[in-house]
């Protein structure tokens, strides 16, 4: 149609919005700390349905760290923004079956209890994929199921010591740790591009499957750079303080 010069066409109709790539997903999450609510945190950001499965003695006990954001503990706030929360004793059967059945109808399962404890609940990555073949199962821990450190815990700062962070942060005189958890936030990371890649494959296979993070060894390699210099130089690197690279 060919409008007179005087006057305007009229305006395009607006592009409806796109929903959120997640949206429509359910995702259950037995978390706490920051290393699985940080994963499942963007998986909310993304739309995702998040469904946050606290302890019945006062839930996540990152609710405890401190009081900064309005009272409320700022880990806790930051890693848990746009999630629904339940809380539900898992020793207790019928608290078990409540986890089972949201399991049942969800497409994402993230944990990260104590070494062996999803095991004996029976929720761990390779029980829950054997009975539900497009769910994504991931488990999240601090040195994996087997060897000599499976059954210690893993604190941010001993991973960041033990994988060699602090090496390389601060001043060759003092070495310090990350300001902020790196050592969770790599491994989180990981997991969230983990559960992306699989829920990727189910829809071209059908099957989801099961995926391991381990905090120890998913930090060294975000500090491949360092790890190349020091198998190729004469001499160890140096913290560089401030300085790039």
């Not at 945190?41 to 009081?67: M, N, P, S, W």
Request: charged share 20%.
């Amino acid at each position: 149609m060919i409008h007179p010069m005087d006057q305007q066409p009229p305006p395009l109709p607006l592009p409806l919005p796109l929903p959120l790539p997640l949206e429509g997903l359910t995702v259950v999450a037995v978390e706490q700390a920051v290393a699985a609510p940080f994963a499942t945190r963007q998986l909310a950001d993304l739309g995702a349905r998040v469904i946050k499965i606290e302890r019945i003695d006062g839930g996540d006990f990152a609710r405890g760290y401190d009081t900064a954001a309005r009272g409320l503990a700022s880990h806790f706030v930051w890693c848990n923004r746009g999630k629904e929360s339940i809380a539900l004793d898992l020793k207790d059967p019928r608290g078990l079956d409540v986890v089972r059945r949201l399991v049942a109808g969800a497409d994402v399962f993230v944990q990260n209890l104590a070494q062996g404890a999803a095991a004996r609940l029976g929720l761990d990555a390779a029980t829950l994929c054997a009975a539900h073949p497009r769910l994504v199962a991931v488990d999240i821990s601090g040195y994996g199921a087997s060897g000599p450190y499976a059954d210690k815990r893993a604190y941010d700062m001993l991973v960041q010591c033990e994988a060699g962070l602090v090496s390389v942060t601060g001043t060759p005189e003092q070495p310090v740790k990350a300001g902020i958890p790196a050592a969770d936030v790599a491994a989180a990371m990981y997991a969230f591009s983990g559960v992306l890649a699989a829920l990727v494959r189910r829809g071209t296979t059908g099957r989801a499957g099961r995926w391991r993070c381990r905090c120890w060894r998913r930090w060294p390699s975000g500090w491949g750079i360092r790890c190349t210099t020091r198998c190729t130089a004469a001499r160890p690197p140096r913290a560089p303080a401030s300085r790039t690279p």
